[in-house]
């Protein structure tokens, strides 16, 4: 069992809240911190894939007036849309009875169906945590690289060997192409999405280049663009955008898309341990996107990721604007000899960064240049995490 750094927040949530929406891939684990949080009150849970838990709210309101003062824990709730016009009903009644707080925790897989749903309906009721594979804060510091190779996916991550892992993830993404996709109404034929999904771990971190994708498909920009955004809905890919306030500079407008898990990445690819990843030529984009990913999740809600390229050559790989609009600028390196590029240092110039690291997988933290310190992603990430405080 492997603590989530979530599970304090959730907790928190629920005390306040009347509902919450966990948000997260397929198997990143859901269900287990929901009812690791929910393990000391009385609760409910209905999984609500299967037929009898749908069956049990084919009238909401009677079946849950009689849960009234228990947490209902509703598993892949996306599969029940109308639900929600009934919670909000439900809500609103316990409130006036003095059941504000704690009534539900609805779990989801694909954040646009929740999300659409439940702004609609739940505004002001609801709020929203998203679950993600593990990152560098919850493993041991020895297990970095295992991390990095298998990815966050906690069965693939704990798998015992190499090959165990990769097929875990051969099986995850074979489901989400045969299953989980057509389940969410799209058309999108299986080998089609999956030949896309290829194409994103081969260009891993790379700039959308929409036409060279359509392409290679054989379908026009507009259907890619359909294509990445069910992904990213999915909460599978991560387009990174472009910084774009104005600096006076020309700037790079289109965005960064990777693969959000860096074990689905190398499964996509068909490399199943570290050796054979370091001979791959996507071995430096994958350690970046990897090291980004890990930035991100860790950073303090209200927290915006941007990378920034100028025309000329100046270049970050990841700008995060942090509350209070301070900006913590990061290059990121895969050797020991960690010196920023002047690229960099312009750039930091340029934007009037406020703390400017290069990260690298060494152990020890320095001075690299004036301003800029050489650290380690786990040291990284738990400045970022406390707000670089």
């Known amino acids: 069992m492997i603590d989530?750094?979530?599970q304090e927040q959730l907790i928190h949530l629920l005390q306040h809240y009347p509902a919450v929406a966990l948000?997260?891939?397929?198997?990143v684990g859901k269900t287990t911190l929901a009812l690791a949080a929910a393990s000391s009150i009385s609760s409910i849970y209905l999984d609500l894939e299967s037929d009898a838990g749908r069956a049990k709210l084919t009238d909401p309101e009677l079946y849950l007036a009689d849960h009234i003062d228990e947490l209902v824990i509703l598993d892949e709730v996306q599969r029940l849309p109308g639900i929600f016009q009934n919670l909000r009903g439900i809500i609103d009644q316990g409130r006036r009875s003095g059941a504000g707080e704690g009534r539900f925790l609805l779990?989801?897989?694909a954040s646009i169906e929740l999300l659409q749903q439940s702004s609609e309906t739940l505004a002001g009721r609801i709020a929203y945590l998203e679950l993600t594979p593990l990152d560098v804060l919850e493993v041991e510091q020895a297990e970095i690289d295992d991390l990095w190779v298998r990815g966050g996916f906690p069965d693939s991550f704990l798998a015992a060997d190499d090959d165990l892992s990769l097929r875990w993830r051969q099986d995850f993404i074979r489901t989400y192409l045969e299953r989980d996709v057509p389940m969410l109404g799209s058309r999108i034929p299986a080998e089609t999405l999956r030949r896309f999904w290829g194409m994103l771990a081969h260009t891993?971190?790379?700039l959308l280049n929409a036409a060279s994708l359509a392409r290679s498909l054989r379908v026009d920009g507009k259907t890619v663009a359909k294509y990445l955004d069910l992904m990213v809905d999915l909460l599978l890919v991560r387009r990174l955008q472009p910084w774009h306030r104005n600096v006076g500079k020309r700037l790079v407008k289109s965005p960064r898309v990777y693969i959000r898990d860096s074990g689905i990445t190398h499964a996509l690819l068909g490399l199943k341990n570290k050796e054979e990843l370091v001979g791959h030529p996507v071995v430096g984009a994958s350690w970046e996107a990897y090291i980004m990913e890990n930035l991100i999740v860790v950073a303090p809600e209200g927290t915006e990721p941007y990378f920034y390229r100028t025309a000329a050559g100046a270049e970050?790989?990841?700008v995060l604007t942090l509350p209070g609009n301070r900006i913590c600028a990061v290059e990121i390196k895969r050797n020991l000899n960690p010196k920023p590029t002047k690229g960099f240092c312009?750039?930091?110039?340029?934007?009037?960064?406020?703390?400017?690291?290069v990260v690298y997988p060494g152990v020890d933290q320095f001075s690299v240049s004036a301003g800029v310190t050489a650290i380690n992603v786990i040291e990284l990430s738990r400045m970022i995490?406390?707000?670089?405080?």
Request: hydrophobic content about 30%.
């Open 107 to 109: 779990l989801g897989s």
């Open 385 to 389: 995490s406390r707000g670089l405080k």
């Open 23 to 27: 948000l997260g891939p397929r198997q």
């Open 204 to 206: 891993q971190g790379g």
């Open 346 to 357: 312009q750039a930091c110039e340029d934007l009037g960064a406020d703390y400017r690291f």
């Open 316 to 318: 970050i790989d990841l």
């Open 4 to 6: 989530r750094r979530l």
